[in-house]
């Protein structure tokens, strides 16, 4: 998908000239699969739109070992800035698992836009308050659900990402083992 006509399914940037004035300030990037748009612990001050392909965001504990936070296909916000950075720096890396394509935009040049343009302000605040509210949906699952009813919360919210992702990732995103996901899936 092209940036305009993503953008342009927001009913906030319904104007075809507000959304071909701020597409102009977005940067598309083709990424290979298995590259990074951004790495734990290094500086990231991007914002990225997925227009096509899948992209993990993962935490890397002081021993190495991954835990899967996001996952997301294309078309899509990927996670904004503010909840993935702290002080520049990212708290995550976000990985490309297929050939994708990315529109990327410096933080504090759509933070300007959003001063100036009440649609880009509120565009962009609808898709951080949405983000947020799946974060807290995924910690309520970790926190109040069993094994078996996180598959279920997990195939309703992410219907079909189980045959896009591998099944390690989507376990880990889940807080189980990739043994205790098989169980769970074969006892359907």
């Not at 050939?99 to 962009?124: C, F, G, H, K, Y």
């Not at 308050?129 to 996180?150: F, S």
């Not at 992702?165 to 083992?177: D, P, R, Y």
Request: proline letters at 5%; hydrophobic letters at 40%.
């Amino acid at each position: 998908m092209d940036l305009a006509t993503f953008l342009m399914r927001s009913p906030d940037l319904g104007d075809r000239s507000c959304v071909t004035s701020f597409t102009a300030d977005w940067a598309p990037r083709r990424v290979k699969k298995g590259a990074f748009l951004a790495r734990q612990e290094d500086p990231d001050p991007r914002e990225h739109i997925l227009l096509d392909g899948n992209v993990v965001s993962s935490i890397s504990d002081p021993d190495g070992r991954d835990v899967c936070v996001g996952l997301s296909v294309g078309p899509c916000v990927i996670t904004p800035n503010l909840a993935r950075t702290r002080e520049g720096v990212s708290l995550v890396t976000m990985q490309a698992t297929t050939d994708a394509v990315v529109a990327q935009i410096d933080s504090d040049t759509l933070t300007d836009l959003m001063l100036v343009s009440e649609p880009i302000r509120n565009w962009a605040n609808g898709i951080l308050r949405a983000e947020l509210g799946r974060k807290v949906d995924r910690e309520w699952c970790l926190a109040a659900l069993g094994g078996a009813d996180r598959l279920t919360w997990f195939r309703e919210r992410y219907p079909g990402y189980e045959a896009i992702f591998g099944h390690a990732l989507i376990a880990s995103f889940l807080g189980v083992s990739p043994v205790t996901f098989s169980r769970l899936r074969n006892s359907d």
